[in-house]
């Protein structure tokens, strides 16, 4: 029984290191992606003043 409630809650832990490392890569990604956003607007900027 005891190994059985070991075995579980590393499986438990493994779970929430692979759920955390999804979200982890989500908000990267969504950082970069911002970046991104920021990059293209500030570089549209000028081209815009040039009016």
């Known amino acids: 029984m005891n190994q ?3 075995r ?3 499986r438990a832990i493994a779970i929430a290191k692979a ?3 999804k979200t982890r890569k989500a908000m990267l990604i969504r950082v970069a992606v911002i970046a991104l ?3 293209t607007a500030l ?3 000028p081209s815009f ?3």
Request: charged share 15%; net charge negative; aromatic share 16%.
């Open 19 to 21: 759920d955390e490392s």
């Open 37 to 39: 956003g920021a990059l």
């Open 8 to 10: 579980s809650a590393a």
């Open 43 to 45: 570089s549209a900027l």
């Open 4 to 6: 059985y409630r070991s």
């Open 49 to 51: 003043w040039s009016f």
